[in-house]
């Protein structure tokens, strides 16, 4: 069903549309960068950087659980590992900026093309779910259905719109006619 596009719920709709965007862009420039960052930056880095980030909590308390799980989590953090969270998170992130901008400039074949990406993205995050049990995968399945939803209804709604201020190729084709 179509909401009228000029109700408020259209209207609200449309709100969300554009905040998701605007944060849906934030969350890709940012992964972007992170996997820029650990593309470009050298292995003994991060693991300093990391010893450096959990040493103060340690010589307070050397008992910190969450201290201990990062100390831990980057000393047997491999190279190759970096490389690959490196070209994941940039490609993720291109992705996901790179369609955010078709969408927020109004691109029509970009709303499929979108809806495609968060489709492949909920069915990952799906299966990661049932595998891992984590939730955090579970709410970001359901935002991304969720957003799915909200680009196919700017989709049917952008499609209205112009279909409405451009006349049809029959009407061109029989003004054409006419002026003959």
């Keep these: 069903m179509l909401v009228s596009p000029y109700s408020r719920l ?13 944060i849906k862009g934030t969350f890709a420039a940012g992964e972007t960068l992170s996997g820029l960052g650990l593309l470009l930056t050298p292995h003994g880095v991060v693991l300093a ?5 959990t040493n103060h909590h ?7 659980a969450m201290a201990l799980w990062f100390r831990t989590l980057a000393t047997s953090f491999p190279g190759d590992l970096q490389h690959f969270y490196a070209l994941y998170l940039l490609a993720h992130g ?8 078709m969408l927020a ?5 970009g709303y499929p093309a979108a809806m495609l990406v968060l489709a492949g993205f909920v069915v990952y995050q799906g299966t990661e779910f049932v595998t891992q049990g984590s939730l955090v995968l579970l709410t970001l399945a359901a935002l991304d259905a969720f957003m799915i ?4 209804r700017e ?16 009407a061109l084709q029989d003004a054409a006619n006419r002026a003959r």
């Design 58 to 64: 340690l010589t307070q308390d050397p008992n910190d």
């Design 155 to 170: 989709w049917t709604v952008l499609k209205l719109q112009r279909s409405l201020l451009l006349p049809s190729s029959k």
């Design 49 to 53: 950087f990391w010893a450096f980030a």
């Design 94 to 101: 291109a992705l996901k900026f790179t369609m955010v901008i």
């Design 105 to 109: 400039r109004r691109i029509l074949w």
């Design 149 to 152: 939803l909200l680009v196919y």
């Design 10 to 22: 259209s209207e609200w709709l449309h709100w969300l549309f554009e905040a998701s965007l605007l």
